[in-house]
């Protein structure tokens, strides 16, 4: 650089040198890496003005693309060699959603020919021999600190080596081998460790159902205790990369961790930690150090472990006692609701602050049908949501918007972030594929759910998968996959329930009765099949047959604690005893399911039943408190609310509003309401019946067809059979009698068997044979 062009950058104690790449502070060089000293020159060179991070990273790495996490690392290595305090940036300030400003006052100080002609006469010093030993001693150490820092990229890189994982392989967990005798670290350490690494983005660990089905496979029961030989044969079965096997020892009243990560074929150690805990109570802390420590000599950035590494009493809970119970739960939460469930509680009890206890369980209560009991739980969750890590807010926040709050774009964006920062993690895209469920988009439901399983690497075959078939009208696949799970022995209650609307919809009634049968004794899911029974039987228009089954289906929810699910069947029935022309036992029945329970669906399906029947204060009381309680829920102010709305203003006999009022529905109308017992295009059938009214017949077959197209939506709901009927007395309105008559007799052959004495049978004979 000419001695023109020379220029020397300084800013409180530092002094950067452009041409020799050179970081001095009171004269001394600071040793740099080579892109975090060309990242601090952009910056000083534009002191006090924000650098696009697509800027910075164009000009540190011109010709090669990086992921801004390089970016952020270079950065904290900077913010830590000039001293700025955490929370206090004094020199470099990150400017959210752009990038970066070095906000101290830079001075170019041009022409500097002392500083030019000392670092000349340094060299000359350091290789003259007549130069006094003091001299040169001096010099030839700064001469050395120099050399240290033009090299501290290289050594740098030599001393981290490559990465000893990619993001693409998969880790193992073994139990930690307890040598302490206390049973308080059984199974603790390891959920503790795991809720640490899962904070990670870069470290992918095999999944408690993976590993349970590999154990199956070597002969092993799913919940055995996994020695570091067997998690290693799980790691080559897998074909994972590593195996992570720790222990705990007691020295007097210290604790001694360690964990070791080894390559599962060659045995060959490829990390390792250690950490002392003083005593029992500061066992977690230990923990947390080991587990930041070993992320980072697996690969993981250095910027990636600050910004994802919450301590383990966070994470979790500072108890180990209730970390434990925990651990326990989780052992056996997979199809085993009723027995984790006390396990999660006493975790509750042990900690009144535990929040992913809380949230576990609330998830739990839901996917048994006791939403009223489980939203409590997620709310209690939400409310601690600031005490746990990013991956567990995720895991929180997506699930109270999704079955609290009811707000699906919120939940969306919520899944989508978490899938972004954690795409190894099949959790958000499970979660994800609910919303798509909610909303009736089935193709991507379908897609999502699918995809979860492979981001699991599951072998293990899916019912989440096989409903996602039937919705999208692809029964023979999900028979065929609902049936290789029995075969593999994947015998989970609910690809019976799969395997019995798959024959319900493909006409084979022995197979819905031996199915039935088969779940009737299951203290979970036996009142499920008995409500299924009563919907089929309604199908037909068998009514009496429907009543006594909806009586057994209440009776065994209750027995099961289950009055949420106990009080949708009664408001199930009591829609269908309206759209009948049953008022007087609708309206009994909404009585029945409100007195059972005040849940969302519960109300809103009582609503709609009071709304066809004409019981329209009910159904006001019922909306005002739905609309007030539920602003934010999206299935409750764009599917049911308009709905009920709608079907109170059709029986009030303005069509023209129904019409109007169900606009609001129309982008909601194909999404489920609930996932245990929900009802489905309801919206469709009100505005058929509508249009029926105004007198439109080709708007309101239109509005049937769409629910005789999504057969795998409405299942065995009553207006599956209903809309033939509407199609009937839609086409004799544009007058075209044939499809008229042909409609006419779809449906008095579904419902040949049915009760004599139903109001709605009766009507369609009379028309049918006004036809002929």
Partial sequence: MSKEAKRFYEFGPFRVDPDKRLLLRNSQPVPLQPKAFETLLVLVQHSEKVVLKDDLMKSVWPDTFVEESNLAQNIFVLRKTLGDSVGEHRYIVTVPGRGYRFTEKVRSAPDQ???????????????????????????????????????????????????????????????????????????????????????????????????????????????????????????????????????????????????????????DTLASAVAEASDKTHVLDALGKIASETRGKLGESLASVQKYDVPPESVTTPSLEALHSYSLAMKVRSGDFANCIPLFQRA??????????????????????????????????????????????????????LMVSGDLEAARKDCELWAQVYPRDPHPLVSLAVVYFYLGDYEKLLATTQNAMNVAGEKRLSSNVVWSYIFVNRFSD??????????????????????????????????????????????????????????????????????????RAADSAQKADNQQSAAIYEAQAAIREALVGNPALAKQQVKSALALSNGKDVEAMSALAASLAGDFAQAMQLTDNLAKHFPQDTIVQFNYLPTIRAARELRQGDAGRAIQTLTAAAPYELGTTALDAGISLYPAYVRGQSYLAAKQGSAAAAEFQKILDHPGVVQNELIGALTHLGLARAY?????????????QDFLTLWKDADSDIPILKQAKAESANLQ
């Fill in 732 to 744: 004799s309105l544009t007058g075209d009698t044939s499809k008229a008559k042909a409609a006419y």
């Fill in 478 to 551: 999900a028979r065929t996959m609902a049936l290789e799970a029995q075969t593999r022995k994947q015998d989970d209650p609910v690809f019976h329930l799969n395997l019995y609307i798959i024959d319900f919809l493909q006409h084979d009634s022995a197979g819905t009765q031996q199915e039935a049968a088969g779940l009737s004794s299951n203290p979970t899911w036996g009142h499920a099949a008995l409500n299924y029974e009563a919907g089929t039987a309604a199908y037909g228009g068998r009514f009496a047959k429907a009543r006594e089954f909806i009586l």
């Fill in 113 to 267: 020919d002392d500083l030019v002609l000392q670092a000349r006469s340094i060299t000359h010093v350091v290789i003259d021999e007549e130069s006094s030993p003091v001299k040169a001693w001096r010099w030839a150490g700064v001469s050395i600190l120099v050399a240290a820092a033009l090299l501290g990229g290289t050594w740098f890189g030599r001393s981290h080596g490559e990465p000893k994982l990619s993001d693409r392989d998969t880790i193992v967990m073994a139990d930690f081998v307890n040598q302490t005798g206390d049973p308080v670290f059984d199974g603790t350490l390891r959920q503790g460790l795991s809720a640490q690494l899962e904070q990670s983005p870069f470290l992918n660990l095999l999944s408690d159902q993976s590993t349970a089905q590999t154990l199956s496979l070597m002969g092993q029961p799913k919940d055995v205790r996994l020695t570091p030989e067997e998690a290693r044969e799980v790691c080559q079965r897998t074909a994972s990369a590593a195996v992570l096997d720790g222990s705990i020892a007691q020295i007097g009243t210290r604790y001694l961790l360690t964990l070791k990560a080894l390559d599962c074929s060659s045995g």
């Fill in 348 to 401: 509750i009890e042990q900690d009144p602050k535990f929040a992913m206890a809380y949230a576990q369980l609330g998830v739990v209560y839901i996917n048994m049908g006791q939403t009223v009991r489980g939203t409590d739980y997620i709310r209690k969750a939400y409310e601690l949501r600031d005490r746990v890590s990013d991956r567990e807010k995720f895991y929180i926040a997506s699930h109270y918007d």
